[in-house]
């Protein structure tokens, strides 16, 4: 971490954040070149960065699109050039319409999130309203116990919806890894390989049909070599953290 003298401290007036962007490049750098070695895609997650800098960076580097949690943020993404975005949040407000409307015409391809059945039918319902026919990823809970499919069988149920609708058409599964950020880095080869597998068993249960996409900073790395994954999702590797680097193991301290 660069230094800063007493003499700047006291000129930055509080509250402010201060970036060592040329960590931050090398953060995004790096992530970036392992995933094209291993020939696998990104979508980063923004919500750390909240950045358009920083956006930037991470398309140059090779993501193929980025991971927005809310419309507006994902409209406030557009200046860095994106023209994919997976929306990984779950839309049922009928208020929501018009902007994703507008940014269903202002993307290559806008990716939604479906994260249980009733969800599905809402924003069956919202598309239709809406003229739209949008791609989505199913949610499947790999730990967090946040949101998304509790088993297999309740995949498959999702699913059913989802090919049920006129609406939405079945691109993959994701899943977000949140519950490795307290693990130590013996824990966090052992539960990513879980979760990789998991996701395995998911898509052969759709017969091998689906693109899958784990998220998550500290297994980033890992999943990006595990079989069969198509691309990974992390967000706070840009900065890195104590959690990803003295707890978890998954970034050097520098």
């Known amino acids: 971490m660069r230094e800063l003298s007493t003499e700047t401290l006291v000129k930055i007036d ?13 953060n995004v750098e790096s992530l970036g070149r ?16 909240k950045s358009v800098a920083v ?7 090779g993501a193929i699109g980025l991971t ?13 050039g994106v023209k994919r975005i997976f929306l990984a949040h779950s839309l049922v407000s009928p ?26 039918e809402h924003l069956d319902r919202l598309l239709r309203e809406a003229g739209l026919k949008l791609p989505c990823l199913l949610a499947l809970n790999s730990g967090l116990n946040r949101e998304g499919a509790r088993s297999l069988d309740q995949l498959r149920e999702m699913k059913e919806a989802v090919d049920q609708t006129d609406s939405l058409t079945y691109r993959g599964i994701y899943s977000h890894e949140g519950h490795t ?22 898509r052969e249960s759709f017969a091998g049909e689906g693109e899958l996409w784990p998220g998550c900073s500290v297994t980033a790395k890992i999943m990006a070599g595990e079989e069969g994954m198509t691309g990974i999702r992390p967000g706070a590797y840009v900065y890195g ?10 970034m050097a301290w520098e």
């Open 181 to 202: 950020y307290t693990s130590s880095p013996e824990e966090v080869q052992k539960q990513a390989v879980e979760v990789a597998t998991l996701l395995r068993s998911a």
């Open 14 to 26: 509080t509250p402010a954040v201060l970036v060592d962007w040329p960590q931050v490049e090398e």
């Open 241 to 250: 953290d104590c959690f990803l680097s003295r707890r978890t193991g998954a």
């Open 34 to 49: 392992l995933c094209r070695d291993r020939g696998v895609e990104m979508m980063p997650h923004i919500k750390t960065h």
């Open 68 to 80: 927005c949690a809310k419309l507006s943020e994902a409209k406030a993404m557009l200046p860095s």
């Open 95 to 120: 208020t929501k319409t018009p902007l994703m409307k507008e940014l269903a015409g202002a993307l290559d391809e806008l990716i939604l999130a479906v994260t249980s059945v009733a969800q599905a």
């Open 55 to 61: 956006a930037k960076l991470q398309l140059e580097a």
